[in-house]
């Protein structure tokens, strides 16, 4: 399988707890974004990486939300003592940039459900 | 702000119809005009994209009209099928970040 692959596709987990969930994206991409999507709503911007780099994150992104791509290839995102509002679907996308955008590809996202 | 608005909110369609999706964006520096098609329980996947110096791209039977001067662009899909029945996102892009509209539940009857 050569498309975006996230892990879990489901969680359940309840309030103040922490949760993180892996993205791995398509091999020789070199950027890979992640988006937060609620029912009836278009995926909202997170953060994005290039390679390892965060190059940019949303004021979405409180301080109990971090993400992290070590190496380059795959990466985490981490919500610690999560709340209700927090309840989304998360999709990461991944696409190859160099030296202009092309297209993302995203993935099927975890649906996280906090109770 | 929404920086990408669209228009309408859902809509529904005889088969073989014309449904018209509408978006207007306020950023003049979006160089990257995409569709994005979404089925329940599934990541949003790319359908066509425009860049700001083209009016009209048409791929199949979907069509990207774009109005630099108005900032605005619409999503034609001729000849619309049951299948097509899914959640339509338009979105710009200014340095590889993409913003989404709020979507458009479309439903084509049988």
């Known amino acids: 399988d050569t498309g975006v692959s996230q892990d879990p596709r489901h969680k359940i987990t309840k309030r103040g707890q922490n949760v993180t969930f892996r993205c791995d994206p398509i091999?020789?991409?070199?950027?890979l974004y992640w988006y937060r999507q609620t029912l009836g709503q278009g995926p909202e911007f997170l953060t994005y990486?290039?390679?390892?780099?965060?190059?940019?994150k949303s004021r979405l992104l409180s301080d109990r939300f971090s993400a992290e791509r070590p190496k380059g290839s795959f990466s985490t995102l981490e919500i610690q003592r999560t709340e209700q509002g927090d309840s989304a679907m998360y999709l990461c996308?991944?696409?190859?940039?160099?030296?202009?955008?092309?297209?993302?590809?995203f993935g099927q996202g975890t649906r996280l459900t906090v109770v | 702000q929404q920086q990408v608005k669209q228009s309408p909110q859902s809509l529904i369609v005889q088969k073989g119809g014309i449904p018209i999706i509408n978006c207007a964006y306020e950023?003049?520096?979006?160089?990257?005009f995409p569709w994005y098609q979404q089925f329940p329980g599934k990541g949003p996947a790319l359908l066509i994209a425009i860049r700001p110096d083209v009016s009209e791209k048409k791929e199949g039977r979907f069509t990207i009209s774009f109005n630099k001067s108005a900032k605005q662009f619409s999503l034609h899909i001729m000849d619309s099928q049951p299948g097509d029945s899914a959640t339509y996102f338009c979105?710009?892009?200014?340095?590889?970040?993409?913003?989404f509209g709020k979507g458009t539940r479309l439903h084509i009857l049988p």
């Open positions: 996308a991944s696409s190859l940039a160099n030296p202009t955008f092309t297209e993302a590809f």
């Open positions: 979105a710009a892009s200014k340095d590889d970040k993409i913003i």
């Open positions: 091999s020789e991409h070199n950027r």
């Open positions: 990486f290039q390679n390892e780099a965060q190059l940019e």
């Open positions: 950023n003049t520096a979006f160089d990257y």
